[in-house]
């Protein structure tokens, strides 16, 4: 059996039951969380390292990519290398364990249908609130409809960066590439801004994180199609013609994919102008408006991730079984 169907079977399999079955638990220690510190703490001492211009800021940026990188992938081999020599099996229990912590399939749910009941019952502030977590712009000024639209958007959009990706790096690499690729989008979602802050420091993580998602966004949009085309009450042929025409929409060479997909799916226009740290921001719509973003379609959106995921599990198994054949 070759490696990457051995990795399929006995990380990949493993790894997603138990993303379904636990989610993101907030008492469990998570890798994420620990980037997240990391980063926090390696930042001021870089920016204090190189000179304060747009050069020294791009090389710091670069520098914390780097250690990122190293430290949390790299990382990962010494750790597993160590675990194997006290046992193969804590080896793999910990690869499972550390794999199943960068899928966000059931934390995406959890989270984005938790805006659901304040909605529907009409308590706006609650739903603000709710939706709140999971979104970067302001949640303030949202009606209700702009509310539902906000949860549907950030479930099709981390589809690819929060569950196809790391399916897919996991698969090629298992944990050390899956958590260099973490890093890299972890890095991305806290200093990949074009604010005056981070305009320079953050475009190394930016750019690489527009490189690593660069295959899986546009595999998640298409996967996404054939999704809708399964799943009763989405349409895979508006999907395709929204995702063919709208896919490129964003100034991100890789966000409008799967978010163009979704709203053609549901028939429901997504993206359109928002507001940033008190800034708006003008943006093109994706999809077209046949009938509005209603509390309901944030559950489907989170089936057209899940049957997104399950697609692309069945494509990696294909190439895992083809290249076993070979």
Known sequence: MTLLALRFLTVLLPAVLLDLILGDPRWLPHPVRWMGRTISALEPFLRRAFP??????RIAGGALVLLMAVLFGGGSVLLLRLCGVASPWLA???????SFQ???ARDLQVESMAVYPPLKS????????????????????????????AAVETVAENTCDGVISPLIFLFLGGLPLGMAFKAVSTLDSMVGYRTPKYQYFGTAAAKLDDVLNFVPARLSGILMCLGAALLPGCSGRRAWRSFWRDRKKHASPNSAHSEAACA?????QLAG??????TLVRKPTLGEPVRPVEPEDIAR????MYATEGLTLLLLA?????????
């Not at 294909?318 to 070979?326: E, K, Q, T």
């Open 52 to 57: 304060k211009t747009h050069t020294g800021e």
């Open 92 to 98: 793999w229990g910990v690869e499972v364990w550390f």
């Open 102 to 104: 960068l899928l966000s």
């Open 122 to 149: 009409g308590d706006l502030e609650g739903a603000r609130a709710a939706v709140s977590r999971i979104v970067g712009r302001d949640t303030s000024v949202l009606d209700g409809s702009g509310v539902a639209k």
């Open 264 to 268: 053609g799916a549901l028939g429901v």
């Open 273 to 278: 102008d928002a507001q940033y740290f008190g």
């Open 301 to 304: 959106a989170c089936r057209l």
């Open 318 to 326: 294909g190439i895992g079984l083809l290249l076993n054949l070979l």
